[in-house]
């Protein structure tokens, strides 16, 4: 019994001298994060560091892609110079017919045919038509018609066609005609025919 007095002798001391902390006013403070305290400077210069590596990086990456920026220019020029070569060349070879108005287009497809034509400033025209026809036991599709332009000199030149289980058929004054056949090869052709004839009547 005297032990424990004995030891709330000493508790009560020692509570008489320890300082008194109240948690309301002038009491608790809340945390105010690393301000006043050793590690601040460190997070200070983080920071620094941080501010000062983002622009330094910006323009690393800036100069490792100058190359690529500078060739894709590089290129972007050579395909515009080659597009205003190739276009001076059609220029120059087919005159002003690369950017001719055209005055007339249009074109028709249905089930059993088609249709189409179309004209130009310049003097260029065409029409044809197709219709389904039926060639033996299976069927296609024949066309005729017409296109007409102007050669180099000047001269019209008009092409008209048939295409059929015949093949393609043009007639133009402009296509070559080959030399007549020799009367002796027509003359052979004619005795080759009769023999054959008389060959199978024989049979």
């Given at each position: 019994?005297?032990?424990?007095?004995?030891?709330?002798?000493?508790?009560?001391a020692?509570?008489?001298?320890?300082?008194?902390?109240s948690?309301?006013?002038?009491?608790?403070?809340?945390?105010?994060?690393?301000?006043?305290?050793?590690?601040?400077?460190?997070?200070t210069?983080?920071?620094?560091?941080?501010?000062?590596?983002?622009?330094?990086?910006?323009?690393?990456?800036?100069?490792?892609?100058?190359?690529?920026?500078?060739?894709?220019?590089?290129?972007?020029?050579a395909?515009?110079?080659?597009?205003?070569?190739?276009?001076?060349?059609?220029?120059?070879?087919?005159?002003?017919?690369?950017?001719?108005e055209?005055?007339?287009?249009?074109?028709?497809v249905?089930?059993?045919?088609?249709n189409?034509?179309?004209?130009?400033?310049?003097?260029?025209?065409?029409?044809v038509?197709?219709?389904?026809?039926?060639?033996g036991?299976?069927?296609?599709?024949v066309?005729?018609?017409?296109?007409?332009?102007?050669?180099?000199?000047?001269?019209?030149?008009?092409?008209?066609?048939?295409?059929?289980?015949?093949?393609?058929?043009?007639?133009?004054s402009?296509?070559?005609?080959?030399?007549?056949?020799?009367?002796?090869i027509?003359?052979?052709?004619?005795?080759?025919?009769?023999?054959?004839?008389?060959?199978?009547?024989?049979?």
């Amino acid at each position: 019994m005297k032990f424990l007095v004995l030891a709330l002798c000493v508790c009560a001391a020692s509570a008489a001298t320890f300082p008194q902390r109240s948690y309301g006013a002038g009491g608790y403070k809340p945390f105010q994060g690393f301000k006043n305290t050793p590690v601040a400077p460190a997070v200070t210069a983080a920071k620094t560091v941080a501010s000062a590596a983002v622009p330094v990086a910006a323009q690393a990456a800036a100069v490792a892609a100058s190359p690529f920026v500078a060739a894709a220019a590089v290129t972007a020029d050579a395909a515009s110079t080659t597009y205003q070569a190739a276009k001076q060349v059609v220029n120059k070879a087919y005159g002003s017919d690369a950017e001719v108005e055209i005055l007339r287009s249009e074109s028709e497809v249905n089930a059993d045919g088609y249709n189409y034509g179309y004209e130009t400033a310049n003097g260029i025209s065409s029409q044809v038509t197709g219709q389904y026809k039926k060639i033996g036991e299976e069927g296609a599709v024949v066309s005729q018609g017409s296109f007409r332009y102007y050669s180099p000199d000047g001269t019209p030149v008009e092409v008209t066609f048939v295409a059929d289980e015949n093949g393609y058929q043009p007639q133009s004054s402009v296509l070559p005609v080959g030399p007549a056949i020799p009367d002796a090869i027509l003359r052979s052709l004619a005795y080759i025919a009769e023999k054959t004839k008389d060959s199978v009547q024989k049979y």
